[in-house]
């Protein structure tokens, strides 16, 4: 069955750091385009950061840049997002996505744009 399995969520004070991570079954990532979503208590999934699949460039929300990191391992079928320096606003639910094939970058941060979903990993920072 193909599907995602994000893990590496948990509480954490404001300043401190996470690591997340997600991992594929019965699907390669070097065809997938694919990103990490949150989404916190009564708000709309909010797209944390994504891969351009075309040349590897990553980006990331403006409310997460500079402290947050995504990276991906094609060959182990992992993708980590190392958040650092977190906030009580980043609390929410963490989610990776996947989508064959690319996804285009003007949609790239649009939930409805991926086709597969881990089942989210909770992250709380205590202020």
């Known amino acids: 069955e193909v599907q995602l399995q994000a893990s590496g969520g948990g509480l954490v004070q404001a300043g401190g750091s996470l690591r997340l991570s997600c991992a594929a079954s019965e699907f390669k990532f070097d065809d997938y385009s694919i990103a990490w979503f949150r989404q916190a208590p009564g708000k709309e999934h909010e797209a944390v950061s994504w891969?351009?699949?075309?040349?590897?460039?990553?980006y990331y929300a403006d409310s997460v840049k500079g402290r947050f990191t995504i990276s991906r391992d094609n060959a182990a079928n992992i993708l980590d997002l190392q958040m650092n320096s977190l906030k009580p606003e980043d609390t929410a639910v963490y989610y990776c996505?996947?989508?064959?094939?690319?996804?285009?970058?003007?949609?790239?941060?649009?939930?409805?744009?991926?086709?597969?979903w881990g089942q989210g990993t909770q992250v709380t920072v205590s202020s």
């Open positions: 891969f351009n699949r075309r040349d590897g460039t990553t």
């Open positions: 996505a996947a989508k064959k094939n690319r996804v285009i970058l003007s949609a790239a941060r649009t939930p409805e744009s991926y086709e597969i």
